[in-house]
């Protein structure tokens, strides 16, 4: 009877089982659907709550920009960083693409519209001490937001006038933003030409760099585009015409006082031009002028000259990277007498000084292009040789790697996204070669950061599933490496241990046994296997436990048992043969140093290690048996290596 009752119990608490886990999918369902019901809903109460919030806004930064007393400046400040944070916070609004074509979205790409071209009129007035991260960081989330993508901004036939106005008031504010940019980084690198000439008159500016920098005026746009004026916001003031800036003063000394580059502008700019880059046509073709590299830099084979389905693909799944010159004759065919571009075309060109010159804030601008596609392209496959300016950055680039300081923070942050797009070895050699060239290897630093360079080379390569054949330049990197290790630095050992550790894997066979049977074993074996510092050793008997070999050692014995020929190894695949060939390296190495501590008259090596011998193969032996706990699990990935302090 007890085992009637237990065999009843188990049916029914299957059967409740069945039940409650079908009244929970139900259930879920019924949510599912109410959910998608009350997204129309919280999509309006969000656009409402976002209008209510810039129309607060807009008379704080009118305030703003008037207030004289330095209590009530203070106050009104405060006001404005609360508001943009909280338009900042409002701006995470997940239903974009579904609702774009909606009267809803459109009062919302107004009301951003709005709140962009306020931002930009209150900057252009106050000084840039006045100026917080939080007033650039919304221009720039706002004009990157998803209702201004190409996508969703671009006319579509047949074409509505409303949308026409929009997709216009969103190329003036790229242009405003541009102005703005240019305006006071011409003025800085014009005072600072002006200084170094010793110049006592003013730098003349003229008046177009009011016009290029003047915002549209989009509560009369009816009078600016001769097109019906979209309903504006309620309770929104008209703005006052933007005051004309005086020129700048003039420099009497050159030691006297000049326009200078806050961080949050510095910032500013090179977040935001490589945006204004793809989207304004006229400014891409400036930049990659201004770019005159040295005939001697060839990057030909960095780039593919033969058309690809990959190039194909790469122009029809990004357009927001290609087809922004469409989307602006569009509008320039609608409103012909627009004259942005030919006054842009006419404004002075100083501050384009530093792309040609290639300082600190091109590469900060270089490394936030590679940024800014990568978050366009994600993990897709793309094809980075078609897009507008990369061969020109890349020799920009290398112009500057081969002349400055290698452990340069910017330039190293650049570097490290270089290779991303690039993933081909005759790069590789190149950049390895230039490396090289820069490092004494007696220098700490300069070593240290060639070695991160590569290990985030190699990763990147490592990522894509690529590997380093024939064309990479084994020998001069083997040579590279040659020379570390004769150092016998202990951190710089540690160092170069755990680069191949984390990167091994990009090395093709012929790589791998040049590395480790040729230089590592052949040079290194005993120096590295008895090194007087604990974290030397421990590197190394990691990397020769788990990375040295890729097929699993329980593997290769039962190869070998089953009488499996070097012959038909090779055939069938060339990583076995390599795997047992170092194995067996290995194997003999470490018998060696076991026979010589027995035996100390054998000379296998410098007798003075003789004293670390038996910890060592201790030391080595204990991960050995972590290895094999590793292999028992069935684990895919490989530990990471272990700190040693």
């Known amino acids: 009877r007890t085992d009637a009752r237990t065999r009843r119990g188990r049916g029914a608490s299957s059967g409740g089982c069945k039940q409650r886990s079908s009244m929970q999918a139900v259930l879920n369902k019924v949510t599912h659907v109410y959910e998608e019901s009350r997204r129309p809903y919280v999509y309006k109460s969000w656009s409402q709550q976002l209008e209510q919030t810039v129309g607060l806004l807009l008379p704080a930064l009118l305030a703003l920009s008037d207030a004289t007393d330095g209590a009530h400046h203070q106050g009104v400040s405060k006001q404005v960083t609360q508001l943009l944070g909280d338009i900042l916070g409002s701006l995470s609004c997940p239903y974009v693409a579904e609702f774009n074509n909606t009267p809803t979205a459109t009062v919302v790409k107004q009301c951003l519209l709005e709140c962009w071209y306020h931002l930009l009129r209150t900057v252009q007035n106050l000084p840039q001490s006045e100026v917080t991260p939080v007033f650039y960081d919304t221009m720039i989330y706002i004009m990157k937001r998803e209702e201004f993508e190409l996508k969703q901004l671009y006319p579509r036939l047949p074409y509505v006038e409303n949308d026409l106005i929009l997709a216009y008031r969103y190329r003036k504010l790229l242009f405003s933003t541009l102005g703005l940019i240019m305006r006071t980084l011409n003025d800085v690198v014009s005072s600072a030409l002006a200084e170094a000439n010793h110049v006592t008159s003013p730098v003349e500016q003229p008046p177009l760099l009011q016009v290029a920098a003047r915002p549209p005026d989009y509560l009369s746009s009816a009078e600016n585009l001769s097109q019906p004026a979209l309903p504006p916001i309620a309770a929104t003031p008209a703005p006052s015409p933007l ?91 609608r409103w012909q007498n627009d004259q942005e571009e030919e006054q842009w075309r006419q404004y002075p060109t100083e501050w384009l000084q530093i792309f040609s010159r290639q300082g600190d804030m091109f590469l900060m601008f270089l490394k936030e292009w590679f940024t800014y596609v990568r978050s366009v392209v994600g993990e897709k496959p793309f094809e980075w040789g078609l897009l507008p300016g990369h061969t020109a950055f890349v020799r920009a680039f290398l112009q500057e790697y081969s002349k400055a300081a290698i452990h340069s923070p910017a330039l190293v942050s650049a570097l490290e996204l270089l290779i991303i797009p690039t993933c081909h070895p005759h790069a590789i050699n190149n950049l390895l070669r230039i490396g090289y060239s820069r490092t004494r290897v007696f220098d700490s630093p300069s070593v240290l950061s060639v070695l991160r360079s590569l290990e985030c080379w190699f990763a990147e390569l490592k990522k894509h599933s690529f590997l380093l054949g024939p064309s990479f330049d084994t020998d001069y990197f083997c040579a590279g490496l040659d020379a570390i290790f004769s150092t016998d630095h202990h951190l710089l050992l540690v160092k170069t241990l755990r680069m191949l550790y984390n990167t091994s894997e990009v090395f093709s066979e012929p790589v791998r046994l040049s590395v480790f049977r040729d230089l590592v074993f052949k040079k290194y074996f005993f120096v590295l296997f008895l090194h007087w510092e604990d974290a030397v050793r421990s590197a190394f008997y990691q990397l020769l436990a788990f990375k040295v070999l890729r097929n699993k050692r329980s593997s290769l014995v039962e190869r070998r048992s089953s009488g499996v020929s070097v012959v038909d190894a090779s055939a069938a695949d060339q990583t076995v043969l390599t795997d047992r060939l170092l194995s067996t390296k290995m194997e003999a190495y470490v018998n060696m140093i076991k026979e010589q501590d027995h035996k100390p008259e054998l000379v296998y090596f410098a007798p003075d290690l003789r004293v670390y011998a038996r910890r060592a193969v201790a030391q080595y032996q204990s991960h050995l048996k972590r290895y094999l706990e590793w292999e028992v699990r069935g684990l895919k990935e490989k530990p990471p290596m272990l700190e040693i302090s």
């Open 243 to 333: 005051p004309v800036s005086p020129p700048p003063p003039p420099v009497t000394s050159p030691t006297g006082p000049r326009p200078y580059l806050s961080t949050y502008f510095t910032q500013f700019c090179t977040r935001t031009l490589p945006v204004l880059f793809f989207r304004l046509p006229v400014l891409q073709e400036a930049i990659v002028r201004s770019l005159t590299p040295p005939p001697t830099t060839d990057v030909g084979s960095w780039t593919s000259t033969t058309s690809t389905p990959l190039m194909k693909t790469s122009r029809t799944a990004f357009p927001t990277l290609f087809e922004w010159p469409s989307f602006h004759t569009v509008l320039q065919r």
